[in-house]
């Protein structure tokens, strides 16, 4: 990985007796920032460290001079200098006069865009997360580089601040052949975004810092013209995202849908729920957790609709290695089974009557947090799935079960157990386990010792078929599977509390 931070240009701005100290400062291809405050000594800012550059006091005149040397600032109070991508903010009193600097050292960096390098050539659009100083901007160069060098794709960067390519009127050469369009006030950068796809016809358009409800609407539409996103964003989390109101359209937008109360019933909710509002402007999150470790979140509209239903979704964690090699791993979730008070549909585990084995659980629907908690604390094995065909068993709330989902529907099908829970309390959720125990530690048996004589019974003739006494939904599953292993057929009959099992040719 290489980088450029053309220190000597800022360096040349800075009064006389700084220079000499900053140049004879430890590290200096680390340092970050130069801070100037009236009235204070002035600093020099490292990753984990602070020096003084001076005993003497910030004048005016210090103040002055750096002004002298830099651009003009714009309505941000940023500046910077031309073909550099350093910036430079002021503190500004009630005047309007400026009383202190923050002189940030801008570094070009190649190399950072292949930890996510395979998303950028797929052409979908990306939205990059992460807190401030993390190299949001500079992942952000480094893709606007590689898409207009690499792909050879009409790329245009919408650069508010002129962060990106750096100030002046011609940009750094850190951005390739990509063009830049620069924004007169931070104001009018939705304006200029819509700009950039009627004039320049681009087929990539890259921005920095979406903050404001209008240019949120101006992604979405520069996203619904087939023209790929990639951009920045404020927020360190996609949960931050979808809890900021004004940003929450770039994942789809949450809306809250009334329910009649007909419906409401129906569904056994409340009448007022939460659901995503639109497709999503961005199809990939990338949130930037630190220096070369990245979390990428490949279906937004999948994710968000699993949070909106409390089944957060793991993200894929890449990161490089000391040797230079991208690690990829998931954050797969050991989460538990949750409240199971009923099942529906014929069982298909593959478990003995004495088995005390994990049990393989896909919740829909209900809390992983919480039911992870209340299955450590109880002492239950079990392990989540991330799909339905995995699982020994469903899990979800009885308000999802009456929607009768997709997801739902096919594990039905399919056989696969499903338990309702009556909430996502964990109050209930840990009772719940409590009985999963309980049926698991033996008052099973006198059923399965049941189960077992009817199956006799039928397999040596003596009765075509035999009805079992009524049992509750997990004994149910074990008396199907016993009669699965003997070759016979089985279904359930009647409604719980005395649903039961019926044993036949």
Do not use: C
Not at 258 to 263: C, R
Not at 296 to 310: K, N
Not at 316 to 341: F, H, K, M, N, Y
Not at 473 to 483: F, G, K, N
Request: no cysteine.
């Amino acid at each position: 990985m290489q980088q450029s931070d053309e220190l000597e240009a800022l360096l040349r701005g800075l009064p006389p007796d700084l220079v000499q100290r900053v140049r004879a400062l430890d590290g200096l291809e680390g340092l970050l920032e130069i801070v100037m405050d009236l009235g204070r000594l002035p600093e020099a800012r490292f990753v984990g460290r602070e020096e003084l550059l001076s005993q003497r006091e910030v004048s005016a005149e210090d103040l002055a001079y750096v002004i002298s040397h830099i651009g003009q600032f714009g309505g941000d109070n940023r500046a910077g200098i031309e073909r550099t991508l350093h910036r430079i903010s002021a503190l500004r009193n009630r005047a309007g006069k400026v009383v202190g600097l923050t002189l940030r050292v801008g570094r070009a960096v190649y190399g950072t865009v292949e930890i996510i390098r395979d998303i950028v050539e797929s052409g979908r659009s990306i939205l990059l997360l992460g807190r401030p100083g993390v190299g949001k901007t500079t992942m952000l160069r480094e893709v606007a580089r590689v898409l207009a060098d690499d792909l050879a794709k009409r790329v245009v960067i919408v650069d508010t601040s002129n962060e990106i390519a750096g100030d002046g009127d011609i940009p750094h050469p850190g951005i390739g052949r990509a063009r830049r369009m620069q924004v007169p006030t931070p104001s009018l950068q939705h304006a200029v975004m819509i700009e950039a796809v009627e004039n320049h016809m681009p087929e990539v358009v890259v921005i920095d810092e979406i903050g404001t409800e209008q240019e949120a609407a101006a992604a979405r539409t520069i996203a619904e013209r087939g023209v790929q996103l990639i951009a920045t964003a404020h927020g360190n989390t996609l949960e931050n995202l979808m809890l900021n109101p004004t940003l929450t359209d770039l994942v789809g937008g949450i809306q809250t849908v009334t329910l009649s109360d007909e419906e409401a019933r129906r569904r056994g909710t409340q009448k007022s729920v939460l659901e995503r509002k639109a497709p999503p402007t961005f199809q990939v999150l990338v949130e930037i957790q630190a220096y070369q470790r990245v979390a990428v979140y490949h279906d937004v509209s999948q994710v968000v609709d699993a949070i909106l239903l409390g089944m957060p979704v793991a993200p894929e964690i890449r990161s490089r290695t000391e040797g230079g090699e991208i690690a990829r791993t998931t954050q797969a979730p050991t989460r538990a089974p949750a409240d199971a008070v009923e099942h529906r549909s014929t069982p298909r585990l593959p478990l003995d009557d004495g088995m005390r084995e994990t049990i393989k659980v896909y919740p829909f629907g209900v809390s992983w947090t919480r039911v992870e908690d209340a299955a450590r604390g109880l002492g239950l094995p079990v392990a989540i799935v991330r799909e339905p065909e995995d699982a020994d068993v469903v899990l979800t709330l009885k308000n999802y079960y009456r929607r009768k989902t997709p997801r739902l529907r096919n594990a039905e099908s399919s056989g696969i157990p499903i338990y309702i829970a009556r909430s996502n309390s964990s109050s209930q959720i840990a009772s719940a386990l409590a009985s999963v125990i309980d049926l698991r530690r033996g008052p099973e048996d006198q059923a399965l010792e049941e189960a077992r004589e009817a199956i006799e019974a039928v397999a040596s003739g003596q009765s075509d078929e035999i009805e079992l006494a009524p049992q509750n939904a997990y004994v149910r599953r074990l008396q199907h599977e016993l009669a699965e292993r003997a070759s016979l057929s089985s279904r359930s009959t009647g409604h719980d509390p005395v649903r039961r099992v019926q044993i036949y040719r």
